[in-house]
């Protein structure tokens, strides 16, 4: 490449594009290597998935096809609470992580049995290693008074839990402007400059030089990723959510598809669809979510829906993500799931500390996400 | 009876007079009026308090949005006072933190 880095415009050490979970996690990991980061953020015309998510740290059934993810998972869980008490600490801002485990409600003998039959295969693959229980109608009852007579029964992890995910947001910008970091809110990425010691980042007129860049503009990367020799080979899929008004605290803990928050927020969603960029609702798909989420907890019949919204997941062809450096580019770098907030610790952990110094995780092989396995 | 009130009504527009209950004390309405106006014109409030933090709160937006107003209305909790029409005999509480969700499916 013909230019370089411009002296005085580049004491950036990396430059993150993207600032929704998957972002702000990776820059608070450099952070705490002691880096300078600059964040490249489209603004509030993104698409988004930090703020239309279901805020599940969810663990149980992840990585049924691919023990690497399942471990990835479990790790990130692990490390979830020191890094929620260090997001708390340092602004004060109560994210609500609740770690007491989660339930995957079937309402049908044949799904419970089926998930019971998924769950038991990971267990032998994880050598014993994999807690799960399975619960019937009387023993779910017991542990959620409110369940529904005609749910055949649950799952339970003990691993799983929930947290707010828009003051989880909140609080990682919080944190990474309090270390100095830079978020810069300038429109779409236009252009991905490789030069000489570095990356030049254009954001319209804008732009702004380091010595790595990292990729995790969300469905963004697939049109960038190929700037600087990476592939990403991404799909929206679409999932509704409905809001119900604030009830008095009826449910502990978080299910795959119904959780209340801790103001009392009832959060029911769990569809996926298959529509392109359409980020938008349907009554068909809203009226299904609500009839099973009565049908789980019938009291939620006499609770007012306040609003509903659709935002788009991230998807790679198998669900997995990607973690790669680009071999035409070194210190370009992808970073790419669907799973931003259960992910989020162990992007700030590892997979930041990856970045910054090459060293490979221990609890799982990094070259399982590599992107090459989509090119056959 | 109501006490003070920063809100006037305008005698442009004379309605039929309403009567409803507020927290057991009865007060005079005009027909057409949300029951938020009426509780506002009155001079009674707060008229909730928050799930989160037990906070004192009022009619705010007046237009449905902020939800600031919700009261139990004729034994309905939750209920937007901006949004719902006086009507004769109407029972209106103020609406004490989190409702409760009742198991009561038919």
Redesign the interface.
Do not use: D, M, S, Y
């Given at each position: 490449m013909s230019a370089a880095l411009t002296p005085g415009h580049s004491d950036v050490d990396a430059t993150v594009v993207g600032g929704g979970l998957v972002g702000l996690a990776i820059a608070l990991g450099l952070q705490d290597q002691g880096r300078r980061v600059v964040i490249v953020d489209e603004g509030d015309i993104a698409l988004r998935a930090s703020r239309g998510n279901f805020g599940l740290v969810w663990v149980q059934g992840k990585g049924d096809t691919c023990a690497d993810y399942a471990r990835l998972t479990r790790l990130s869980a692990r490390q979830w609470r020191a890094f929620a008490d260090d997001l708390t600490d340092a602004t004060g801002i109560d994210i609500q992580l609740s770690q007491i485990g989660g339930l995957y409600i079937c309402l049908s003998d044949d799904e419970l049995q089926q998930r019971q039959q998924m769950l038991a295969s990971m267990r032998l693959e994880h050598n014993d290693d994999y807690p799960f229980e399975l619960l019937d109608h009387t023993a779910l009852k017991a542990k959620v008074p409110a369940i529904g007579p005609t749910v055949a029964g649950a799952t339970w992890g003990p691993e799983d839990g929930h947290v707010n995910p828009l003051l989880l947001l909140r609080a990682m910008v919080e944190r990474f402007l309090q270390r100095q970091g830079q978020l810069l809110t300038c429109g779409p990425v236009t252009r991905i400059e490789p030069i000489t010691g570095g990356f030049r980042v254009h954001a319209g007129k804008q732009w702004n030089e380091s010595t790595k860049v990292v990729l995790a503009a969300g469905l963004g990367n697939k049109t960038l990723a190929p700037q600087v020799g990476l592939s990403a080979p991404l799909q929206p899929n679409r999932g509704q959510v409905l809001i119900a008004e604030r009830v008095r605290h009826f449910l502990d803990y978080p299910t795959g598809h119904v959780r209340q928050t801790g103001e009392g927020t009832i959060q029911c969603g769990d569809s996926k669809e298959d529509v392109g960029f359409d980020c938008g609702t349907t009554t068909d798909v809203l009226a299904t979510i609500a009839a099973r989420a009565v049908r789980m907890f019938p009291l939620l019949e006499q609770v007012r829906l306040v609003r509903s919204w659709g935002a788009l997941r991230v998807m790679t062809p198998d669900g997995y993500p990607i973690y790669q450096q680009s071999e035409q580019y070194p210190g370009a770098y992808l970073v790419t799931c669907h799973s931003g907030v259960t992910l989020a610790a162990a992007h700030a952990g590892p997979i930041a500390a990856w970045i910054d110094s090459g060293q490979h995780p221990d609890d799982f092989a990094l070259e399982t996400f590599h992107g090459q396995r989509f090119s056959v | 009876m109501a006490s003070d009130s920063a809100f006037k009504r305008l005698p442009a527009n004379p309605a039929a007079v309403v009567n409803i209950w507020v927290e057991g004390q009865p007060i005079t309405a005009r027909a057409g009026e949300s029951v938020a106006a009426a509780v506002l014109a009155a001079g009674l409030g707060p008229t909730r308090t928050t799930?989160?933090s037990a906070a004192p709160r009022a009619p705010y937006c007046m237009m449905g949005v902020c939800?600031e107003c919700l009261m139990e209305i004729d034994g309905q909790p939750?209920s937007q006072g901006c949004m719902t029409q006086v009507s004769e005999g109407m029972q209106v509480r103020f609406q004490q933190?989190?409702?409760?969700?009742?198991?009561?499916?038919s």
């Open positions: - | 799930p989160v939800f939750n933190g989190a409702r409760e969700p009742l198991e009561n499916a």
